[in-house]
């Protein structure tokens, strides 16, 4: 049986999942949230990411558990980020660190050979590759962070493929900070099958 893609992400209500200028301090992303986030991508068999996402994530994750002020949350999240396989897509990169290995195009050929591998599912982010895999129609399932700000202008995570993705609502879950969680999975298969 195959892994499935799960495209993991922050959005605001009207649908940005960064503001302008790659902004990305409105979101809401408290220890109650991390926590959570920690115990959801610890079950991941790894992460796919763009060239942009990825070097954002290794600027700070790799030693965050090191700083003295780091709570519980920060320190898990941490190592977990350090040894969890991840897979970055680039055209420019020729190697990245942290157990992260280079796959240059998405096409439903190389994204077969990942959900192929050993393990759990796994956790795509990135707006800009997330846009890639939907127009190709490969993503599996969806776990949407919906926050409590409308942006009015940013970049938006789901822009116009030209087909529909039937969805079936699997879970919904409200976190204090106001921030609900939207879980769903294809209501068919996708191009991988």
């Not at 079950?43 to 060239?51: A, T």
């Amino acid at each position: 049986m195959r892994r499935k893609i799960v495209l993991i992400a922050n959005i605001s209500l009207d649908g940005y999942f960064e503001g302008p200028d790659h902004d990305l301090g409105w979101s809401r992303v408290d220890d109650e949230l991390l926590t959570h986030f920690n115990r959801e991508l610890a079950r991941m068999g790894g992460f796919v990411s763009g060239r942009r996402t990825h070097e954002l994530m290794a600027a700070f994750w790799p030693t965050a558990d090191q700083d003295p002020g780091a709570d519980d949350a920060v320190r898990e999240f941490s190592a977990l980020w350090r040894g969890m396989p991840k897979t970055v897509f680039s055209r420019t990169l020729d190697r990245a660190d942290w157990n992260t290995s280079v796959v240059r195009e998405v096409t439903p050929e190389t994204v077969a050979a990942l959900t192929a591998g050993p393990g759990g599912d796994l956790s795509l982010s990135g707006g800009e590759l997330a846009g890639s895999f939907l127009a190709q129609d490969l993503v599996d399932g969806f776990r949407i962070y919906v926050h409590p700000v409308v942006l009015g202008g940013g970049t938006l995570l789901f822009r116009p493929t030209g087909h529909p993705v039937p969805l079936d609502l699997l879970d919904t879950h409200r976190f204090t900070s106001g921030v609900t969680l939207l879980h769903y999975a294809r209501s068919g298969p996708s191009r991988l099958g």
